[in-house]
């Protein structure tokens, strides 16, 4: 993968490349994206993408790092969308599930973005120690981390808001 074509992937398009914090404007640009594949396909489109994402993430987080000491430089923003897209999914699902517009589950867009952006700043355990492997894998595994935590999140508080409250 020529260094161009990584930059354009590790950054998403370079949104990482705008200041300041990155990483939450990476997230943030992954949420129009997660509304279209959506609308394209559901949840199956959405977790297709974050599976395609994850590979070329990972090949060109390699290959935008090769030869730097910085291993996960702050423009690198494509992990920040997958875990994005996997905090989504239980929202996504929801949205199939019950039928309607996936813009009415708004209170789940904004869990899952607060959330991630939670886990992915704060790296409670096993984040932080995928964080800490100084690899690619590493760079992507931790936000996939964080996104899975998110989404758990998601689903614990969308079950306490209908399950228990009835709301």
């Known amino acids: 993968m020529n260094h161009a074509t990584a930059k354009l ?24 994206v997660a509304w279209v594949l959506h609308q394209i396909g559901g949840p199956l489109a959405l977790t297709i993408a974050t599976i395609v994402a994850y590979m070329a993430g990972l090949y060109a987080t390699r290959a935008y790092t090769a030869g730097s000491d910085n291993h996960d430089p702050g423009e690198v923003v494509i992990d920040e969308v997958v875990g994005m897209w996997i905090a989504l999914l239980p929202v996504s699902f929801g949205a199939r599930m019950m039928g309607v517009d996936i813009l009415a589950l708004y209170p789940g867009w904004i869990v899952a973005f607060l959330a991630f952006r939670l886990f992915d700043i704060t790296k409670p355990g096993p984040i932080g120690a995928a964080d800490r492997r100084g690899d690619a894998a ?18 614990v508080l969308a079950y306490a808001a209908h399950g228990l409250l009835g709301a």
């Open 9 to 32: 992937i590790a950054t998403f398009f370079y949104a990482g490349l705008m200041k300041p914090a990155p990483g939450t404007w990476g997230s943030l640009a992954a949420l129009p």
């Open 138 to 155: 590493g760079v992507m595994l931790d936000d996939v981390y964080a996104g899975f935590a998110a989404g758990f999140t998601v689903i």
